[in-house]
């Protein structure tokens, strides 16, 4: 911490020595600031959508500036059935499941390749990193999946496929080798205890840092997720939130004719069904959540990933 | 238990490490049984594109299933050299991979050397925070952003055109815009991530070296090059050679859903993933196609990532990745 | 070296696993497989022209269907629109039950997901008993039984048609029962039992009446002229609603076929249809338009045509934009079918259709034929219902279909719902209630639809002018031959490629013409278009002169 303050101090004075010029700096944020624009806007429009009337959409389409406001399609959503909320919490429950499961994993592996003295390590580390170099394709993956592991309509189909990633394991293993002095681990075994205690005890409260990196990451992954669904789940009680988007996106009928979607209350109104706007509200619903979270959690993805590609 | 066995030591050393061994392994083994379920063996899979694959009707299943279907040596691999589609398509996997990595190079270091430049720091930590944003969406949520601008009856582009009196493009059936569409959704997406490591890098570099250079008198332009560039050259070496084993991938979510699957685009839009996924959908090609072209995707990707490592390490041995 | 010893062991850990899992599986398919023997027979390497019928363990006898063990049945059907299937469930289950103690399961498969879903289910091995096929979907009857997907039905090892459905059999006219008989993963045989629906094709003109008046047009306006003709009404409407109104809802790939008179090459639906055959639009059993032959449909100068006008339509505002996206189209069809956003449809036709349509969606709906009705492979195998081979109990689901097929309760409770619910019976006639709107199954895609009640306005005699119909329905040349594409998969597979980037947007007009069809031309030459229909040609030839003798 000390230190990484004297470092900025001394940038800080480096800078007012050897800063840009004042033009150049407007230009750079002129640049900047474009960009960043493109990257927001997009969201930022769709929310307008979201509070669009229908009859402002039928007049003059999607505009920043709709002729009228509505809250309809929010209230829509409130009247929805089962299907949304179901979604919701299925997507929730994926993530935390397959985050927490993906973690540990991702973390027991790396950490015994760290181990310089697991007398397999070159063979497990080669067992991993090759899955990255090779791999079966997409038809004999389905394949196994489906006809030999029974992943098919079920939690696990949406959990089991993506739980390690070896990028994570090179990521996690660097993490300890530049964070965990390898006394520590003789010092523990000195003292007696045992491999696993060791290692929740002592690595894992001293890599908090590399762990959320990873688990950031695996429930970005987890909460986006779309295709595995596609390919696994045909039940609509299993679908996550993003594969309902994606279902509404290929299957233009698909919020009118699904009964646990529409619900009952709904149903009655499907005919003045604002259906575009409220659209983009769900879209919004899947968003916002990783909206109002990232700009917490980014520092860590940072961090994590600065180590994971210098060093990897 | 463990502690009386430590302080023993010689005699019980061997058990010891094989315990530890042991140990050790059980930890690896979660891992170790996903990856020879989930990545070893569907490699056996592979023979697929060998045979002409049939389900057997007596007792279906995988095994089975591949063990009788009959063998045709190469025949699904005739499709990828035959038609003109899978030039098509080889071609969009490559010079859009090739594009981006180039684009994506450029842009983001650039824009990652002008974050490091200004002096407001709340204003970089914004644009920071601002830029990291797409690259936390899915392409599906990205596809439904696009639509809003494009739709043909309610986008905005659409009824801007119209209010101008332009002709209306028919956005989702004309093949011409989307390379440029698709390149623009792929930096959206990934240039403020790239951008915020390579800053990151940027701002590990000792600052004292930049001082010492404006005193000597280096102009801006001078540092950048001097001292920015050199010190970031063994990341982007890195990225740049991950990059390349992947140019025979593509990212299948844009170019499968930002096109809503529209036939007109296929041209434009057709990569050897969506192509994979399509035959795998439809009954018209076979799994052993689709198998094959997956084959072949990973034979050549596997190839030019030896291929970019061997010239990295004829360049510059250090920066190799093995 | 270390690295050398790695890769050595990795090696090494596979194959011990690869050869224990392999034991383990051979093992496993000895339990369901029955007899090894026959294992072999079928691994043989033409399994097809080798009927594996000569070696037959002797333990196909069995006197009485076992059904002593509580079965579930999934059951995936195509074209539905259900949203609450509960009540319907709770009687149908109850009646099982007792009967063949079975509890269904269906997976209501709308127009829009079937055709993705159900391949990705059958390639998948899923654990549904039985799915919807037939001559027209993605999981096609023919390919699909090639590539065993279905059980054979009639299997001289396990007849489960003798067994199980010797009545149905003899009830279904011979076109369904002929029509079925196909070259299959087993041998020459039944795959799937045939619905006993509108066995004839036939294509409509679908007229939203009330807005038609509404413009001072009649139906026979519409009668009088021909969709080259139609530009005038449309215009008149379509400055009548306004934008957002698009009078002509079509579904691409049909219109062509109603326009042109030409019909699906059977065993080509995957590829798009890109082969056809013309048929004699007045009589329809004579030689068609241009002989006895398979054309590539995309270079005749009536698809020029076609593709002319409807692109004419389409700039003029006719046709909604959403028709081109092969994703939405089918859906989007059937929502502005039933709010009745459209002037003139197309349609399939079944006998009083209209009527039932007239119903569900609320005003008065007419049909305008193109041509008379006629019988064509296709729709002898227009509505299937296939065992799949990933079925655990095939003979109770086989039961289940006989029981579906020739019992009036069950096919109606499953087909309209509950009486006094979904349905009343009035003079013989079923009556729906708004409660049969959460309950709209595909009526005639689930079986013997002759069973039914009559609907309101049908007559209480609608079936037997209903059999006597499609009894008259001429046969074309070319009936009972479907194109099998094995010899020319490779040129397929890339023209399908093609076929999909052209074909729907040419035929709803949302590309033009002029530039793209000679394009669209072009590229399939380039990718063996000529091949195909000479090779499907050859097959029609044999297929022809076989039938000849």
């Not at chain 2, 930049?210 to 063994?234: C, F, H, M, V």
């Not at chain 3, 076992?66 to 949203?83: H, Q, R």
């Not at chain 3, 655990?392 to 009036?408: E, G, I, S, W, Y």
């Amino acid at each position: 911490m000390d230190k990484n303050k004297v470092m900025s101090m001394n940038r800080r004075i480096g800078r007012r020595l050897n800063s840009i010029s004042l033009p150049s700096e407007i230009l750079i944020n002129i640049v900047l600031a474009l960009f960043c624009l493109m990257c927001i806007i997009p969201f930022i429009f769709v929310i307008i959508i979201s509070f669009t009337s229908s009859e402002s959409i039928r007049q003059i389409g999607f505009s920043f500036t709709p002729v009228q406001w509505s809250m309809d399609a929010y209230n829509f959503i409130l009247k929805l059935g089962d299907q949304l909320w179901r979604s919701y919490y299925n997507s929730i429950l994926i993530t935390v499941i397959g985050t927490v499961i993906s973690v540990l994993i991702t973390i027991l592996y790396a950490y015994a390749l760290f181990r310089k003295d697991f007398k397999l390590r070159g063979f497990f580390m080669f067992f991993c990193f090759f899955t990255m170099l090779f791999g079966g394709g997409l038809a004999p993956t389905y394949y196994v999946c489906k006809l030999m592991l029974g992943l098919s309509d079920n939690y696990a189909a949406l959990v089991v496929p993506m739980l390690l990633n070896p990028f994570n394991v090179i990521i996690m293993r660097t993490f300890f080798q530049t964070s965990v002095p390898t006394e520590l681990i003789e010092a523990s075994a000195i003292d007696g205890g045992g491999e696993y205690y060791t290692f929740f005890k002592i690595i894992v409260p001293i890599s908090k840092p590399g762990i959320a990196t990873i688990a950031l990451l695996n429930s970005i992954a987890y909460w986006n997720e779309w295709f595995i669904p596609l390919l696994y789940v045909r039940d609509a009680k299993f679908f996550p939130l993003q594969y309902l988007l994606y279902r509404m996106q290929s299957q233009a009928d698909f919020l009118a004719k699904n009964a646990s979607m529409i619900g009952p209350e709904a149903s009655k109104m499907i005919a003045n069904l604002p259906e575009h706007s409220l659209r983009m509200a769900l879209v919004v619903l899947v968003v916002l959540p990783i909206a109002c979270a990232y700009p917490f959690f980014q520092r860590y993805i940072i961090s994590g990933l600065t180590i994971g590609s210098v060093k990897g | 238990m463990s502690k009386s066995l430590a302080t023993l030591k010689s005699p019980s050393r061997g058990f010891a490490k094989r315990k530890k061994t042991l140990l050790l392994i059980t930890m690896v083994l979660p891992g170790a049984i996903w990856l020879f379920l989930l990545r070893y063996v569907p490699l056996f899979g592979i023979l697929i594109a060998f045979k002409d694959y049939k389900i057997f009707s007596k007792a279906p299943n995988l095994w089975n299933n591949i063990i009788h279907s009959e063998w045709v040596g190469f025949d699904n691999f005739k499709f990828l050299f035959t038609s003109t589609d899978s030039l098509k398509m080889i071609k969009n996997t490559l010079g859009y991979n090739a594009l981006w990595i180039a684009l994506g190079l450029v842009i983001s270091v650039s824009f990652a050397i002008m974050l490091s430049q200004l002096t407001k720091k709340f204003i970089a930590k914004t644009y920071q925070t601002l830029m990291f944003f797409p690259y936390f969406l899915s392409w599906i949520v990205a596809s439904y952003f696009l639509l809003a601008f494009l739709d043909k009856t309610r986008g905005m582009i659409p009824n801007l055109q119209q209010d101008l009196g332009m002709q209306v493009t028919d956005w989702y059936n004309t093949p011409g815009p989307w390379p440029i569409i698709l390149t623009l959704a792929n930096l959206w997406k990934y240039v403020g991530y790239s951008s915020i490591l390579y800053l990151a890098a940027i701002t590990g570099i000792d600052s004292s070296q930049y001082e010492a250079a404006s005193i000597d008198g280096a102009s801006k332009w001078q540092q950048i090059r001097y001292i920015t560039l050199p010190n970031l050259k063994p990341m982007i070496i890195i990225l740049f050679i991950m990059n390349v084993s992947k140019i025979f991938n593509s990212d299948f979510g844009l170019f499968f859903t930002l096109p809503m699957n529209s036939g007109p685009l296929i041209p434009v839009t057709q990569t050897i993933d969506t192509y994979v996924y399509r035959v795998l959908m439809t009954n018209a090609g076979n799994p052993g196609m689709s198998t094959a072209a997956s084959l072949f995707q990973n034979l050549v990707g596997f190839l030019c990532l030896m291929g970019a490592n061997s010239i990295v390490r004829k360049v510059d041995e250090d920066s190799s990745l093995f | 070296m270390k690295k050398v010893i790695s890769i050595f062991l990795s090696l090494l850990m596979l194959t011990m696993i690869f050869t224990g899992c392999g034991k383990k599986i051979d093992n496993d398919s000895n339990d369901t497989g029955g007899d090894n023997s026959n294992v072999n027979a079928t691994d043989a390497p033409d399994a097809t022209d080798a009927p594996d019928a000569t070696d037959v363990p002797a333990d196909t006898a069995e006197p009485t269907p076992d059904i002593s063990k509580a079965v579930t049945l999934k059951w995936y059907l195509e074209g539905s629109n259900v949203t609450d299937d509960s009540e319907v469930l709770a009687k149908a289950n109850e009646y099982l039950k007792e009967k063949l103690n079975v509890t269904l399961e269906p997976i209501w498969g709308t127009w829009g997901d079937f055709d993705a879903n159900s391949v990705l289910a059958i390639n998948g091995g899923d654990d549904v008993d039985i799915y919807f096929t037939c001559s027209w979907t993605a999981n096609e009857y023919n390919a699909f039984a090639r590539n065993g997907a279905w059980v054979r039905l009639d299997d001289p090892e396990n007849n489960m048609i003798e067994k199980y459905a010797p009545d149905l059999w003899a009830l279904l006219p011979d076109v369904l029962t002929q029509g079925a008989m196909i070259e299959g993963s087993s041998g020459y045989g039944v795959y799937a039992v045939p619905g006993y629906k509108d066995i004839a094709q036939q294509n409509c003109w679908d007229i939203n009446v009330p807005l038609l008046t509404k413009y001072g047009y009649t139906v026979d306006d519409i009668k009088n002229t021909d969709y080259y003709g139609f530009g005038e009404i449309l215009q008149k409407v379509k400055e009548g609603e306004g934008e957002d109104f698009f009078p002509l809802l079509v579904e691409g790939a049909v219109l062509e076929r109603m326009v042109n008179n030409s019909i699906i090459v059977t065993g080509d639906s995957a590829a798009c249809n890109i082969l056809s055959y013309y048929i004699n639009p007045v009589d329809t059993a004579a030689e068609g338009a241009y002989g006895n032959k398979i054309l590539n449909k995309f270079e005749t100068p009536e698809y020029k045509k076609f593709v002319e006008k409807t692109r004419e339509y389409y700039l003029a505002g006719f046709i909604d934009p959403g028709m081109g996206s092969a994703n939405q189209a089918n859906d989007l069809r059937s929502a502005k079918q039933l709010s009745g956003e459209y002037l003139i449809g197309t349609q399939s036709y079944a006998l009083g259709y209209e009527k039932q349509a007239s119903k569900e969606r609320g005003f008065e709906v007419a049909m305008v034929p193109c041509t008379p009705a006629f019988v064509d492979t296709t729709s002898s195998q227009g509505a299937m219902m296939a065992v799949s081979t990933a079925s655990k109990n095939p003979d109770r689901a086989m039961m289940f279909l006989n029981l579906l097929n020739t019992d009036p309760y069950l096919m109606t409770l499953l087909d309209y719902g509950v009486e006094g619910v979904h349905y009343n019976i009035v003079n013989g006639e079923a009556v729906f209630t708004d409660t049969r709107a959460n309950y709209i199954p595909w009526t005639n895609g689930m079986g013997n639809i002759t069973l039914l009640p009559p609907q309101e306005g049908q007559g209480a005699d609608f079936w037997d002018g209903f059999k006597a119909y499609y009894g008259s329905a001429k046969e074309i040349p070319i009936l009972g031959w479907a194109f099998n594409f094995k010899s020319v998969e490779n040129e397929m597979g890339a023209l399908t490629n093609v076929a999909a980037e052209y074909a729907l947007s040419l035929s709803v007009g949302t590309i033009d013409p002029t530039e793209k069809l000679p394009e669209f031309l072009q590229r399939l030459k380039d990718n063996g278009i000529d091949k195909v229909v000479e090779e499907a040609n050859n097959q029609l030839k044999a297929f022809l002169d076989a039938k000849g003798e």
